[in-house]
């Protein structure tokens, strides 16, 4: 604008000729990255089951199971003899209930937690 040139008319349909072209370039990029995008976020997914699996898998043989209840049970009522049965809540909104904790873990620990009456 500052040059004073005015460009020809052919200058102007070169430009817009170019322009097309460029934009027609960059929607061609921006679908090859959605589909690229969708692949990877189908292989995050399938990641993430395989994750999952090999998870599980790898509990079977975590040591804890191999615990017998009683001594889980024993670990549980000192762990919660303090504090077990206050539900104690902190002024940041934070909530402290540790045998509501241990509850929560799995299916065993609240069977375990549910069936130690001096947890309740």
């Known amino acids: 604008l500052r040059s004073g040139w005015i460009p020809s008319d052919s200058d102007v349909s070169q430009t ?5 072209e460029w ?4 929607a061609k990029y921006d679908a090859e ?12 997914s ?18 804890i199971r191999k615990l017998p209840v009683e001594i889980l049970g024993e670990i549980f009522a000192t762990s ?13 909104g934070k909530i402290s209930a540790p045998t509501l904790a241990l ?6 620990w609240r ?9 309740w």
């Not at 990641?47 to 790898?58: N, P, V």
Request: some cysteine; aromatic content about 6%.
């Open 16 to 20: 817009e000729h170019a322009i097309a």
């Open 23 to 26: 934009s027609s370039n960059l």
């Open 33 to 44: 990255i959605e589909t690229l995008e969708g692949m990877l976020e189908e292989l995050r």
């Open 46 to 63: 399938k990641k993430g089951e395989i994750q999952r699996y090999l998870d599980e898998r790898r509990s079977f043989s975590s040591p």
């Open 80 to 92: 919660c003899s303090d504090n077990g049965l206050l539900i104690t809540v902190f002024p940041e």
């Open 103 to 108: 509850s929560h873990v799995c299916f065993l």
């Open 111 to 119: 069977k375990i937690i549910l069936s130690t009456p001096s947890l």
